[in-house]
Nanobody, 114 residues
Framework: QVLVAESGGGLVQPGGSLRLACAVT????????MAWYHQAPGRQRDLVGS???????NYAEAVKGRFTISRDNAKKTMYLQMDDLKPEDTAVYYCNTDMRLWSWGQGTQVTVSS
């Protein structure tokens, strides 16, 4: 069973930055399109963006130009660099494949507030 673990969340002021990490237990990580998702209270879990094994990325319109996804296949880890954070980015952030194939981790809370 492939497990994922998200980390790096916290409380940040508007305009600030955070870097999230998604560690995966299995080397099959390098073969999958990976994705970041977020879920705000009372809302569905939505796609933030994705990255192919070779590093091509796609982003939701709301985060384009502010968020950057990267990955290190040797470390079985994906990253989400979040810049110019806004209060509406407040959510729990999760990682999974783009097809949501694996069990969900606990997520990491990101709170943007002054």
């Amino acid at each position: 069973q492939v497990l994922v673990a998200e980390s790096g969340g916290g409380l940040v002021q508007p305009g600030g930055s955070l870097r999230l990490a998604c560690a995966v237990t299995d080397s099959v990580f390098s073969f999958y399109v990976m994705a970041w998702y977020h879920q705000a209270p009372g809302r569905q879990r939505d796609l933030v963006g994705s990255i192919t094994p070779s590093g091509d990325t796609n982003y939701a319109e709301a985060v384009k130009g502010r968020f950057t996804i990267s990955r290190d296949n040797a470390k079985k880890t994906m990253y989400l660099q979040m810049d110019d954070l806004k209060p509406e980015d407040t959510a729990v952030y999760y990682c999974n494949t783009d097809m949501r194939l694996w069990s969900w981790g606990q997520g990491t809370q990101v709170t943007v507030s002054s």
